[in-house]
Each structure stands twice: as structure tokens, then as C-alpha cells.
């Protein structure tokens, strides 16, 4: 019997995926799930795959390296998609599709297959993954073949086939989560206009309902990447899971956006990112003290292509390599502490310190100073300002002769 492995997560999708694959393919399934930080989601994955009808599951916990090899380079490039989106769901997926192809090739499988839909980036994100990995495997999608139209009808078939999911036609939203961020989407949230419900928070409280003082951390970097709490060193994933719960108890990181589609359509979804906001908080503040005005530029509009560039699936490319290359040089100096205040939903750095900082007091100053001449931004102005006048001098001169 030929094998295929499936990307399992346990939910409504890859659930129902198992008996589909063995009534449509007559393939022997083999469930993989990577653990990426979504805790009690995880606990009832392994019995529930058996059941369903998989020959066996892969767990692999994959949280060290998500965070140091997917998220940090993320960070550190400062990439935010449409200004709101911290890529959370993103950057998981080539994790998993790299993870996939191994298993594949480990178990001899025919195929791979996912349980994204037709309209949404994760089938992109993910074939775009595997392809780059090993061009020569088959993908299965079966949001692209079978009858199901809706969720709605994926939870009845889910009940015809005795297999339990995390979701009702009541609460029906589709939910991603890992160390960095959870999304929820669908249900009211599909149309705009509904405001979405505190009851759907999972990671962070209401911010009105934070403490009415504020919380100060101070985080310290390490070549762009942060490596202490409040002067206490921290493994990669100790620090963002502490961080989550600063953040999520001060209501920090929730959006709510209309994002644009790599498929063409908009969708609208709600995210939490209480840890993720503060840590580029405090990155965008140190890097405003160490590095020079046109780098910091040039990588802002960087941070922008970096961001469509992992939103669409493109993490395996020659491009991200080149632009991770620039990156990583510009955080040589990216060393410091920078202090954060949280207080009920904002993030606000409030102070910073680096041993490669750029700002000189001495020259800065309002006060009295031997080191800058106030004298020398006259001859500046000039030559800056040679180009308009110039300009003025022959529109002048134009209007003069035209009677004007």
C-alpha cells in the first residue's frame, strides 16, 4: 500500500483528511504534527490521529528551532506585513513543509498532503516548501477535490464518520496557534463590520481589563536577537513564553485587520501576538540607536519585500538568503537594553542604552558644547539648499521675460 503523510494538526480539516485519503486514495496515512508551541492543543493529537484511522503519527517538537531559525530571522528584519501582521502563521509553514518532505523520504510516501483551502495562503506556503525541498513528490489537496464546500458541511461529514473535532456550527472559527501568535478567523469575523468578541481572546486578557499600573521589563539583545529579562539571561523559548505572559496579562498585541490575500481576495482576521509585539518593540528602538540614518532606512524598506516575501511562500529562496546576509550584518551592533512599558493593550519602548550607540550627547545637546559649531550649518543649508534656489533663480527669470 503506498504511503502519504499528512500535515496533522488535529482539527476540523486534517481530521476528516484521514478517512478521505483511505476512501479516495487507499493510501496508508501517516499523521505528522509539529509542535510548535500550542500546549494543551497538542495533548489529545496523538490518540485521536490513531483513531481516525492513521497507521502511525509523527510529534516532533520543533519549538528551539522555530524560534531561533524562523522567527528570529523575521525579527530581526523588522518584516510586518500591511503594517499590522506579524507574520505568526507565516513562517510556521516552511518549518513544517522542511519537516514533512523529511518524513516522506524517511517512510518512502508517495505523496504529502495539507489541509489548507483553495482560497487561502497556507496551501501556497506550504507546496511552495515542499517543492523547493523535493520537486519530485506528489501534493494532495483535497480542499481542491472533494465535495465539501464549508465548514459547516466538513463538520457534518466529521459526524458521519464518528470523529470528533475542536469545533461546532455555534462556534465555528478556524484558529492557528504556535509559541509566537494565535489567529482566528472566520464566523462573525467575516464581515468587517462586526467588532470582534473579547470571548475569542485565548493568549492576552481585554486591555481595559489589564492592571491599572503600568508593567516595566527591560530586555537586553544580543546581535539583533534578545537573550535576557530584566537582567536575567533566558533560552530562546523561555524568554518569548515569559514574554507572552507579560504581555497577554497587559493586554498586549491584539489586531484586528483586513489583510490582502497572496490568492487575490481580502480576508479579515483577529491576532494575538503579546510576546512577538513587545520583542519588535524593542528591537525597532535599539536599532534606532545604533544604527546610521541610511541603513536604518534602506532596511526598513527592506523589512517590507522581506515581509511579502515570507506572507507568499518564498522562505526557501536564493532572495531570502541574500537578504538575510544584509540583515545579519546590520545587527553586529544591535547589542544593548532597551526598557518597554505595557499598560492596558499599548507597548512602548521608553529608554535604551548600547555600547554601539550612535547618539552623542555632547553633540546633541542644547547645552553649551566645544565639539559642534553652530556656524558650520550655514555653509550646509547652502549647498543643500543650491538645488531650489537655482530652481527659484530661473522661474524668475522666466516670468521676467514672459511679461509676467
Known sequence: MDKVVLAYSGGLDTSI????????????????????????????????????????IYIDNLVEEFVTGYIYPVLKAGAVYEKKYLLGTSFARPLIAKKLVEVAEKEGAVAICHGATGKGNDQVRFELGIKALNPDIKIIAPWREWTIKSREEAIDYAMAHNIDVPVTKEKIYSQDRNLWHISHEGGELEDPANEASDN???????????????????????????????GQSYSPVDLLIELNRLGGANGVGIISMVENRLVGMKSRGVYETPGGTILYAAHDELERLTLDRRTLQFKEQMAVKYAELVYDGNWFTKLRYAMDAFINETQKTVTGTVKVKLYKGSCTAVSSTSPYSLYNESIATFGADDVYSHKDAEGFINLFGLPLKVQALLDRKNKSENGN
Open 17 to 56: 483528511i484521514i478517512p478521505w485519503l483511505k476512501e479516495n486514495y487507499g493510501y496508508e496515512v501517516i499523521a505528522y504534527c509539529a509542535d510548535l508551541g500550542q500546549g494543551e492543543e497538542l495533548e489529545p493529537v496523538r490518540d485521536k490521529a490513531i483513531r481516525s484511522g492513521a497507521s502511525k
Open 200 to 230: 475569542m481572546l485565548v493568549l492576552t486578557v481585554p486591555p481595559e481589563k489589564a492592571p491599572d499600573e503600568p508593567t516595566y521589563i527591560e530586555i537586553g539583545f544580543q546581535e539583533g536577537e534578545p537573550v535576557s529579562l530584566n
